[in-house]
């Protein structure tokens, strides 16, 4: 067993350096209140990627919480999915989750620009050159900051702050909410409402087609979703920081990134 965990755990970390972002998805967004709640950890690019085992080793924080109650989500080593676990009771079960650091190295300079230029860091460069920072061979340091929105029975209740450094809170809810007009999310970095944020939106349809949608926050931090009925949807938003002095001299890193990502879907009339 300890074997097999540490080849799982060297497939699991050597990932990001092919693929971006990270999600909770459930396996059903919308169960009975008899019903568990399932869903993978998923690593990938446009809301498309691989199942991620569940591992403790990887992770600080697994949670699921509900009204006032909250409870850590526990599994088997290597389980998949790695979400397997009874809802706190009838309503909005929001679950979080938060990973420990891992690090990617850049060996080619438009490779950090490429990625840079995607996320709207429109101001890498000078900031890189300010600091005196080499230009191949540098290492960045991730963290992964997810939840999932799952509506048990009749599915009533409001996301909230769940105290993640990066995350992004709903402000309608998804399955009881008439959203006609979108759904509201407000983005919070570093205990703060994240003003001109990007919001990267991917739309999955009913047929497995993705599409994208960049939006921005505007001063207090909130953008409006364009949701559709039938569509399952994952918001992401990265946030880039140079590490703090004892945090580089103990990894080596030249740049922190901190991952924000929410799931949910919109159900049928």
Do not use: C
């Not at 009204?67 to 389980?79: D, T």
């Not at 929001?94 to 996320?119: C, D, N, P």
């Not at 309608?172 to 007009?181: A, E, G, M, R």
């Amino acid at each position: 067993m300890r074997i097999l965990a540490a080849l799982i755990t060297s497939v699991a970390f050597a990932l990001p350096a092919q693929s971006h972002e990270f999600w909770i998805e459930p396996i059903d967004y919308e169960i009975s209140a008899e019903a568990t709640i399932q869903g993978k950890l998923v690593n990938g690019q446009n809301f498309d990627g691989t199942e991620i085992s569940y591992l403790p080793q990887q992770f600080t924080r697994f949670t699921i919480a509900s009204g006032l109650r909250q409870a850590n989500v526990e599994n088997r080593l290597g389980a998949r999915p790695a979400l397997d676990t009874a809802p706190l009771g009838e309503g909005l079960n929001v679950i979080s989750y938060q990973s420990r650091m891992a690090t990617l190295g850049y060996a080619e300079w438009e490779k950090f620009l490429s990625f840079a230029k995607h996320k709207a860091f429109d101001d890498i460069e000078a900031r890189h050159d300010a600091r005196n920072l080499p230009r191949e061979g540098f290492d960045e340091g991730y963290w992964r900051f997810a939840k999932t929105l799952v509506g048990v029975g009749h599915g009533m209740g409001s996301d909230f702050r769940t105290g993640l450094a990066v995350e992004y809170v709903a402000l309608d809810n998804p399955y009881t909410d008439d959203l006609s007009d979108g759904l509201r999310v407000q983005l919070f970095v570093l205990d703060a409402p994240r003003a001109d944020g990007q919001v990267e939106l991917f739309e999955k349809a009913p047929d497995g087609t993705v599409t994208i949608t960049l939006l921005r926050t505007d001063a207090n931090g909130i953008a409006t979703l364009p949701v559709k009925a039938g569509h399952s949807y994952l918001v992401d938003h990265v946030h880039l920081r140079e590490p703090s002095a004892d945090l580089a001299t103990e990894t080596g890193i030249s740049w922190e990134t901190l991952w924000a990502a929410l799931t949910f879907e919109v159900p049928l009339p």
